[in-house]
T-cell receptor
Framework: NAGVMQNPRHLVRRRGQEARLRCSPM?????VYWYRQLPEEGLKFMVY????????ESGMPKERFSAEFPKEGPSILRIQQVVRGDSAAYFC?????????????FGSGTQLSVL | GQQVMQIPQYQHVQEGEDFTTYCNSS?????IQWYKQRPGGHPVFLIQ?????EVKKQKRLTFQFGEAKKNSSLHITATQTTDVGTYFCAGPTTSGTYKYIFGTGTRLKVLA
């Protein structure tokens, strides 16, 4: 039973390029969360999605960031025109469809470095 | 918005000493979860507390949920080097979307 899969593990982009981070939730999980973590800091909530729906994107910057979780395929966190301040670890987590009472299973994260 | 704070931010202990981290939410929580993140790793679920005043134990770890369901604590007895990492509490928001808000974390270092 595969866990939450994130790829790539490491992503290097130059300023102005686009970054696409992928997350495949655990089998049977229909809820996906994205978190951002700066070195030696906490996990900052970005967005919460269910299949084909964005439930809560209150933690995501209004510009340059977008997320989707299509009916088929992984969830994608997309960052356009990256800047140095976007450098961070981005973690995806998934949970079963029970809403607020299930534990989160995290992927290994994508470390984004912007040159 | 809802905030979840943890103290201390950092803790260095000698191996064998005890360790406690405290978690405080600005709002009442329906449940609280604890996660551990090893250096360079990802958060891993430890436990969930649901009832007011609940206490749960996992070997050397003791978790408590406050009576008002706004605070929680994690106590580790006789720390070992394998306990090194950052401990986060997390709770779902009480309005609407049930997104999980994580605490600021406590980074534990254990000196052998």
């Amino acid at each position: 039973n595969a866990g939450v899969m994130q790829n790539p593990r490491h992503l290097v982009r130059r300023r102005g390029q686009e970054a696409r981070l992928r997350c495949s939730p655990m089998k049977g999980h229909s809820h996906v969360y994205w978190y951002r973590q700066l070195p030696e800091e906490g996990l900052k909530f970005m967005v919460y999605l269910q299949k084909e729906n964005i439930i809560d994107e209150s933690g995501m910057p209004k510009e340059r960031f977008s997320a989707e979780f299509p009916k088929e395929g992984p969830s994608i966190l997309r960052i356009q025109q990256v800047v140095r301040g976007d450098s961070a670890a981005y973690f995806c987590a998934s949970s079963p469809p029970s809403g607020g009472s299930e534990k989160l299973f995290f992927g290994s994260g994508t470390q984004l470095s912007v040159l | 918005g809802q905030q979840v704070m943890q103290i201390p931010q950092y803790q260095h202990v000698q191996e064998g000493e005890d360790f406690t981290t405290y978690c405080n939410s600005s709002t009442t929580l329906s449940n609280i979860q604890w996660y551990k993140q090893r250096p360079g790793g990802h958060p891993v679920f430890l436990i969930q507390l649901v009832k007011s005043g609940e206490v749960k134990k996992q070997k050397r770890l003791t978790f408590q949920f406050g009576e008002a369901k706004k605070n929680s604590s994690l106590h580790i007895t006789a720390t070992q080097t394998t306990d090194v990492g950052t401990y986060f509490c997390a709770g779902p928001t009480t309005s609407g979307t049930y997104k999980y808000i994580f605490g600021t974390g406590t980074r534990l270092k254990v000196l052998a």
